[in-house]
C-alpha cells in the first residue's frame, strides 16, 4: 500500500475528476511520461512495431538520479508537445495511451496532500468535477504504478 503524509487526500471519502480531454497535461510545457513494459507493448501493438524500433522512434533515456540509472520516457515534440499529440485528434494513441497518461491526476504526488491537488488543478478543468473516485479506487491506481514499474536502461 502507498505510503502518504498525514495530510494526504488518499484518505478522503472521494476525490471528482473526469478527464475533459483539453489536452492540457499533453502539451505546452516540458516533462516526461515514463513507460513501464506493459506501456511499450500496448503502444507498439498500437502502431504495430517491434519493441526496439518503438523505442528508438518514440522514446528517449531520462537520468533518474538514482545511482547512474536512465529511465525510459517518451519523446516530446520540439514545442513541448508528447510525440503522440496531434492537432486535429489530440492524443492519436488515446485507447493504448501509458499509464502515466491513464492514472492521472492519481499520482502519489498530487494525491499525496491537499495542497498538491489544487496546484495541479489549476491547470486541469476536470479536476474537482465529474466523477466521485473513492479512495479504494484511487489505491489501486497508485499501486498499478508500483505493479508497472517503469523500465530503466538495461531491462530492454
Known sequence: MQKSSGNSLITSKELRFSCVRCSACCRFEPGYVFLSGKDISLLGSALNMETGEFIKAYCRWIPSGENGKFQLSLREKSNNDCIFWKQEKGCSVYSARPLQCRAF??????????????????SCPGMNQGMVHSADSIQKWL???INEPIISRGEF
Open 105 to 122: 491526476p492519481f499520482w502519489s504526488s498530487v494525491v499525496d496532500s491537499k495542497k498538491n491537488w489544487e496546484m495541479a488543478a489549476h
Open 143 to 145: 499501486a498499478m504504478r
